[in-house]
């Protein structure tokens, strides 16, 4: 492999005059430059990013931390985040914790031992509120999803209006027996809107986080909607398990599923589906002013709303 030496020696000149005709305002004169540049391409030689970053005191990295890498929406997320970001400079170090493996502050406390200049993760709750305070500037870190952390900027999504519309448009088509499985957060959206028509939930377990295959199915079977609504922690199961009971969606049920990731537009389902481009678009604004000094007010807390992708999942019921 090439060294900034070799390169210099091959030059004639000196590492630091090497290291200018790499640098985008380096004092050097053009010919110089040029005639750098030509033989570093013919050695094949690769600047040290790294190194070089390390003695500015950055690295042009962001730390992503995500808590499911096996679920698709968060494959979403960071090919729009990684897009942005890589647009104006910065690239991404992705992290994920694993229960019995890894916590979401061991995590964490990698990114630090990776020099990254800001940290964007979705907490669950205040877990890691020690290694934080030690590792990153309250200035570097953006929650992204949720906010347990009041000192910290946040960029979440409204979930609850995101059920309250879902289940409004449900109701809008003639569904009166709507069945919910999602998380207990979210449920309240589903309750109110019910509430608001003169209807009630069909079933106390529905926000149950370990529902099985077998209970959902005796849910349905106990229930008999003409509609569900859930989230994606549940979807793909759910689909399988309406195809092993030989309903079909829309014909026998409708269907909307929280998350529009790619598998549901090619089944043609409805979804709740997060504004990702404007995500990722708003992060950036919020992020890079605290990164090269220009913003420090107290902390900032947007909320995003969620919209309707219509597809052909939900019908009115027979």
Same mark, same amino acid.
């Given at each position: ?83 942005? &970001?890589? !647009?104006?400079?910065?690239?991404? /170090? ?8 890894? $916590? =979401?502050?061991? %995590? ?40 347990? &952390?009041? !000192?910290?900027?946040?960029?979440? /999504? ?8 879902? $289940? =409004?448009?449900? %109701? ?147």
């Amino acid at each position: 492999m090439t060294t900034i030496q070799d390169l210099a020696l091959a030059c004639g000149v000196s590492i630091a005059t090497v290291s200018r005709a790499f640098a985008k305002d380096g004092k050097i004169k053009p010919s110089t430059r040029e005639a750098i540049l030509k033989r570093a391409e013919e050695m094949h030689y690769v600047p040290n990013s790294i190194a070089k970053s390390l003695q500015q005191k950055q690295t042009n990295t962001v730390g992503l931390i995500i808590p499911e890498i096996t679920n698709s929406f968060y494959s979403s997320v960071i090919q729009r985040l990684e897009w942005k &970001y890589r !647009e104006n400079g910065y690239r991404f /170090i992705i992290g994920f914790y694993q229960p019995g493996i890894s $916590t =979401e502050a061991d %995590i964490i406390a990698d990114m630090h031992s990776y020099r990254v200049d800001a940290l964007i993760f979705s907490p669950s709750d205040r877990a890691s509120e020690t290694v934080l305070k030690n590792c990153f500037s309250p200035q570097n870190i953006l929650q992204l999803f949720n906010a347990p &952390y009041s !000192e910290y900027d946040s960029l979440t /999504i409204d979930d609850v209006r995101g059920i309250e519309m879902a $289940t =409004e448009y449900l %109701i809008s088509k003639g569904h009166r027996k709507i069945l919910y499985f999602g998380h207990p957060e979210r449920v309240e959206g589903y309750v109110r809107t019910m509430a608001a028509h003169g209807l009630s939930p069909l079933t106390d377990r529905m926000t149950d986080i370990d529902l099985t295959t077998d209970t959902l199915q005796a849910h349905i079977r106990t229930a008999k909607p003409t509609a569900i609504l859930t989230v994606a922690k549940y979807s793909e199961k759910m689909v399988s398990l309406l195809n092993r009971m030989g309903i079909r969606f829309p014909e026998d049920i409708s269907l909307i599923v929280y998350d529009d990731v790619d598998w549901t537009k090619m089944l043609d389902i409805t979804t709740v589906a997060h504004p990702l481009d404007e995500l990722a678009e708003i992060s950036l604004q919020m992020l890079l002013p605290r990164l090269r000094g220009e913003d420090s007010t107290p902390p900032h807390h947007r909320s995003l709303l969620p919209h309707l992708k219509y597809r052909g999942s939900v019908t009115s019921p027979n």
